[in-house]
């Protein structure tokens, strides 16, 4: 079955040290999500791609980058990770923009310390 | 800039209930709204997705129903079951402006089912 996978699944890091967490998905699709999760903000878009090559800023995407060199992969890097990008990390995806139904990953728990 | 609200915040229901979960939002440009399940950490699964020209979809228990104009979404479950207790989310894909593309999520509500 298709599916959508990031790594690592947990990892604790300490402030100032660079950070990639992996999303993967083995659906196709063009357009790929990197959102944060947090008590009390719910879920914040970070990145995200509408195919390769393309790349967009979301809401909350100050420290953080993305690259799209194929379909299948999105991977989220923190330049410097800072106390405040303790979270919980999840990637989506999507066949279609607009209408399609948006495929979630099981998350990356990153504690900075 | 869109906003989407979720009523209430937390619901507790004995086995068996029929509930009603909330979802407004404040743009009705809207491509379609998705209404989301999450267990205590793990990653989101899709209930229902509905398109901005429909009025409702159905799954087993679940029905959610859309009103467009006037911003509204209702997630109904039939004969709760404790295997329901989870969060949750509502979200919409935006059709104007800078959020072209781009979901919107609700806060959540966290069920739990008591048997």
């Known amino acids: 079955d298709a599916e959508i996978t990031q790594s690592p699944r947990h990892k604790i890091t300490e402030t100032g040290r660079q950070v990639t967490l992996a999303c993967h998905q083995t659906?196709?699709?063009?357009?790929m999500f990197w959102y944060r999760q947090d008590l009390g903000h719910g879920l914040r878009l970070i990145h995200y791609?509408?195919?390769?090559?393309?790349?967009n800023k979301g809401e909350v995407s100050d420290g953080y980058s993305v690259s799209r060199s194929n379909t299948e992969d999105l991977p989220l890097t923190l330049e410097s990770a800072a106390s405040s990008q303790t979270s919980v990390y999840f990637c989506?995806?999507?066949?279609?923009?607009?209408?399609?139904?948006?495929?979630f990953g099981e998350g990356s728990r990153l504690t900075v310390l | 800039k869109q906003e989407v609200t979720q009523i209430p915040a937390a619901l507790s229901v004995p086995e068996g209930e029929n509930l009603v979960l909330n979802c407004s939002f404040t743009d009705s440009a809207i491509y379609n709204l998705q209404w989301f399940r999450q267990d205590p950490g793990k990653g989101l699964t899709s209930l229902l997705l509905?398109?901005?020209?429909?009025r409702e979809q159905t799954s087993g228990r679940l029905n959610a129903s859309l009103d467009k104009s006037s911003g509204r979404s209702t997630l109904y479950i039939a004969a709760s079951q404790p295997g329901d207790s989870a969060t949750y989310l509502c979200a919409v894909i935006n059709a104007g402006g800078t959020s072209y593309g781009k979901l919107t999520f609700g806060q959540g509500t966290i069920l739990t089912v008591h048997p």
């Open positions: 659906w196709n699709h063009n357009n």
């Open positions: 509905i398109q901005s020209s429909q």
């Open positions: 791609s509408y195919g390769v090559q393309d790349t």
């Open positions: 989506a995806s999507s066949a279609q923009l607009g209408t399609g139904e948006l495929f």
